[in-house]
Nanobody, 116 residues
């Protein structure tokens, strides 16, 4: 079965950086688009970034463009999210996600808090 395990969240001051990782298993990772979503308190879950395969093209939410970078390692079955110049508005639970066999699967999420 699909398993997605996120790591790397934490507390950071405004302007700081964090790197999230997601270890994936249970499906053919190299052939799937991988995504990062986030959900802030009281808000709906939103797409942050995704990376396609095999061309590794990417797209981002307008709110994170030029600050966040998504990447993947098809040998290690991991997808990463490098987040720079973090702001309080980026505070949320971040989820790794994949659409596999017409079903979207989610990791357990990792909390990122941006606060001074």
């Amino acid at each position: 079965q699909v398993q997605l395990v996120e790591s790397g969240g934490g507390l950071v001051q405004p302007g700081g950086s964090l790197r999230l990782s997601c270890a994936a298993s249970g499906f053919t990772f190299s052939s799937k688009t991988m995504s990062w979503y986030r959900q802030a308190p009281g808000k709906e879950r939103e797409l942050v970034a995704r990376i396609f395969s095999p061309d590794r093209s990417t797209n981002y939410a307008d709110s994170v463009t030029s600050r966040f970078t998504i990447s993947r390692d098809n040998d290690k079955n991991t997808v990463n999210l490098e987040m720079n110049n973090l702001q309080p508005k980026d505070t949320a639970i971040y989820f790794c996600s994949v659409l596999n066999v017409a079903r979207r699967s989610w990791g357990q999420g990792t909390q990122n808090t941006v606060s001074s």
